[in-house]
T-cell receptor, first 113, second 110 residues
Framework: KAGVTQTPRYLIKTRGQQVTLSCSPISGHRSVSWYQQTPGQGLQFLFEYFSETQRNKGNFPGRFSGRQFSNSRSEMNVSTLELGDSALYLC????????????FGQGTRLTVV | QKEVEQNSGPLSVPEGAIASLNCTYSDRGSQSFFWYRQYSGKSPELIMFIYSNGDKEDGRFTAQLNKASQYVSLLIRDSQPSDSATYLCASLSGTYKYIFGTGTRLKVLA
């Protein structure tokens, strides 16, 4: 069974640009959560989608947005990139909303220069 | 105050010893608790989860939960150098949000 797939694995962007990250959950999983991981702050929750609806949102500015498609695949968008957005972005999928454990993808390493 | 707190470490234990990793949480509405292991440069991988008070054992790992004290721990028996990693504690809040601690770095010395 395929795991959680995130693309791309690495990205380098310039300040002010926007970026879109993709996450394909484990087959049959309907919940996708996104996290930002930095050395100083650890894993911080961005948002969670379940059945194409955003169910939870963390404390990030509106530049961070996402969506989920009918096949449960999810995308995360960051507009007007700032240097501080450089981080590892992880998505995790679970069968249902908060019902079971979440499994992580390999992450997308975003560097903003 | 962070919602899930862990000692950042490093926690150093000799090979074959028991490693004890601890975590406290502030949200009494938290339903379930998870332990993830993260090797440097890799994504977190689930070790085990617990939602009832008491102990839960899986191989060399034992998770302990005390809801009255808002305390979760992970014991690793017969620690191996391959167990050296950062261990993340996470809670599932009453609003279905996963909240992670900043992790404890474990070093198992051969």
């Amino acid at each position: 069974k395929a795991g959680v797939t995130q693309t791309p694995r690495y990205l380098i962007k310039t300040r002010g640009q926007q970026v879109t990250l993709s996450c394909s959950p484990i087959s049959g999983h309907r919940s996708v959560s996104w996290y930002q991981q930095t050395p100083g702050q650890g894993l911080q929750f961005l948002f969670e989608y379940f059945s194409e609806t955003q169910r939870n949102k963390g404390n990030f500015p509106g530049r961070f947005s996402g969506r989920q498609f009918s096949n449960s695949r999810s995308e995360m968008n960051v507009s007007t990139l700032e240097l501080g957005d450089s981080a590892l972005y992880l998505c995790a999928s679970s069968i249902g909303q908060g019902l079971t454990e979440a499994f992580f993808g390999q992450g997308t390493r975003l560097t903003v220069v | 105050q962070k919602e899930v707190e862990q000692n950042s470490g490093p926690l150093s234990v000799p090979e074959g010893a028991i490693a004890s990793l601890n975590c406290t949480y502030s949200d009494r509405g938290s339903q379930s608790f998870f332990w993830y292991r993260q090797y440097s440069g890799k994504s977190p991988e689930l070790i085990m989860f617990i939602y009832s008070n008491g102990d839960k054992e899986d191989g060399r790992f034992t998770a302990q939960l005390n809801k009255a004290s808002q305390y979760v721990s992970l014991l690793i028996r017969d620690s191996q150098p391959s167990d050296s990693a950062t261990y993340l504690c996470a809670s599932l809040s009453g609003t279905y949000k996963y909240i992670f601690g900043t992790g404890t770095r474990l070093k198992v010395l051969a």
